[in-house]
T-cell receptor, first 114, second 112 residues
Framework: QQPVQSPQAVILREGEDAVINCSSS?????VHWYRQKHGEAPVFLMI?????EQKGHDKISASFNEKKQQSSLYLTASQLSYSGTYFC???????????????FGRGTQLTVWP | DGGITQSPKYLFRKEGQNVTLSCEQN?????MYWYRQDPGQGLRLIYY???????QKGDIAEGYSVSREKKESFPLTVTSAQKNPTAFYLC???????????FGPGTRLTVL
């Protein structure tokens, strides 16, 4: 049930764009995105609830393709502050109901250089 | 200030000793969670509780125990049966609805 994130790591220059993907083998109810700085707690970025829904947070946005059971996180014009590890958390459905918990991917390490 | 607190930030224990990690929240959240984080492994769920006096095992519950006697508190005990307890432990809570989880600052446990 653990979603698969890709790529594992990304290195960018300030101002460049990046896409992080999250793919599940199970039907999804929702997808949650978090960012974690080294040694700190993960910070909630956004949640996507419906198929095709796109949300934005500053220059960070995400999409959710319910049919393909995947979500993508888009970081445009990246800033130094975007550096960190990004996790997707998925809430799966099982016979029509959710389990009240998230399954997290292994994370994508993003490094932005000046 | 509303939030989730975990104490202590760093904890050292000798092998074979049980240790209890504290997690408190004043967000009035119903659900609480414990995760373990190891390098390259992501967040792995140990135990979770959606209501007082009830909890469920997560994916790696062996060697751990929890209690949920109060809504605000969800302590985790790492027992001597846990074979490799050195890790970063994160507690989270979520309100009703979309299961958006908010994390505490974490406790880094080192067993010597």
């Amino acid at each position: 049930q653990q979603p698969v994130q890709s790529p594992q790591a990304v290195i960018l220059r300030e101002g460049e764009d990046a896409v992080i993907n999250c793919s599940s083998s199970k039907a999804l109810y929702s997808v949650h995105w978090y960012r974690q700085k080294h040694g700190e707690a993960p910070v909630f970025l956004m949640i996507l609830l419906k198929g095709g829904e796109q949300k934005g947070h500053d220059k960070i946005s995400a999409s959710f393709n319910e049919k393909k059971q995947q979500s993508s996180l888009y970081l445009t014009a990246s800033q130094l502050s975007y550096s960190g590890t990004y996790f997707c958390g998925t809430e799966i459905t099982d016979r029509g109901s959710t389990l009240g918990r998230l399954y997290f991917g292994r994370g994508t390490q993003l490094t932005v250089w000046p | 200030d509303g939030g989730i607190t975990q104490s202590p930030k760093y904890l050292f224990r000798k092998e074979g000793q049980n240790v209890t990690l504290s997690c408190e929240q004043n967000l009035n959240h119903d659900a609480m969670y414990w995760y373990r984080q190891d390098p390259g492994q992501g967040l792995r769920l140990i135990y979770y509780s959606q209501i007082v006096n009830d909890f469920q095992k997560g994916d790696i519950a062996e060697g751990y125990s929890v209690s949920r006697e109060k809504k605000e508190s969800f302590p985790l005990t790492v027992t001597s049966a846990q074979k490799n307890p050195t890790a970063f432990y994160l507690c989270a809570s979520a309100g009703r609805g979309w299961n958006t989880q908010y994390f505490g600052p974490g406790t880094r446990l080192t067993v010597l």
